[in-house]
């Protein structure tokens, strides 16, 4: 399957739809967005990272903010935070800089480091829409957390590929068919900006009604006509 680019979706909206796919439809199907005091650190520490006058370069090493990449395979496109070019033999040229280069996303991220892996899907995506745009291959990359000052080493198996593309063809099939996923309710969904427009609570469906709209929409006759 290959996309249009009028059809690509916000790459990073599927670390949203990871951790909520109603969260990710209200936002990005239903354009609804509230702030908290979560989403305002995230937007400083993000406009901090992507600023592209901020350069840092050594002997065998540059760092590029703010590239833009895309994929046509899982229709998804956005902005880089970090990207450190390290000195490598059969990497990837580019023009006034002698040798090749081999790139490794630097993902920033406010809190620590997360339970779940919705961060590592994040970044496996921008790995693959970067791989697609400089024509490299990427084994790894990384993710920082600014509250514990770490840098993780993420290694891009095919495990998290195949969610990645998976995750990218489910996001395309609500967007299309412009179903926001209906709601679930969590102990940290107090926390979601969206808390008063999602309304969890009232909004959850019972087990078994999910249960058969999941078949429903995911069944393999319904993908296979829509992929």
């Given at each position: 399957m290959s996309y249009k680019e009028d059809e690509y979706l916000m790459l990073s909206g599927i670390q949203h739809y990871y951790f909520c796919k109603r969260q990710w439809g209200l936002i990005h199907i239903d354009?609804?967005?509230a702030e908290n005091s979560y989403t305002v650190e995230g937007q400083q520490l993000h406009a901090k990272a992507d600023n592209p006058a901020i350069k840092e370069k050594r002997k065998d090493m540059f760092i590029s903010r703010a590239i833009h990449?895309?994929?046509s395979s899982l229709g998804l496109s956005g902005v880089l935070?970090?990207?450190?070019?390290?000195?490598?033999?059969?990497?990837?040229?580019?023009?006034?800089?002698?040798?090749?280069?081999?790139?490794?996303?630097?993902?920033?991220?406010?809190g620590k480091p997360?339970?779940?892996?919705?961060?590592?899907v994040q970044l496996a995506a921008e790995v693959m829409c970067l791989e697609e745009t400089l024509n490299c291959q990427i084994?790894?990359?990384?993710?920082?957390y600014h509250s514990v000052n770490k840098k993780i080493k993420v290694d891009i198996t095919k495990?998290?590929?195949?969610?990645?593309?998976d995750f990218s063809a489910k996001m395309h099939f609500y967007y299309q068919n412009k179903k926001v996923p209906g709601a679930e309710y969590?102990?940290?969904?107090?926390?979601?900006?969206?808390?008063d427009i999602c309304m969890p609570r009232?909004?959850?469906?019972?087990?078994?009604?999910?249960?058969?709209?999941e078949k429903a929409i995911y069944s393999e006759a319904d993908l296979c006509g829509n992929y």
């Open positions: 354009q609804q967005w990449v895309s994929s935070d970090v990207v450190e070019f390290y000195k490598k033999m059969n990497g990837i040229s580019f023009a006034g800089k002698k040798g090749t280069w081999q790139p490794y996303i630097v993902e920033y991220k406010r997360k339970k779940d892996e919705r961060d590592i084994p790894s990359s990384y993710l920082f495990d998290l590929r195949d969610l990645v593309s969590f102990k940290n969904c107090r926390s979601c900006s969206l808390y009232m909004n959850k469906k019972p087990k078994s009604i999910d249960n058969y709209i």
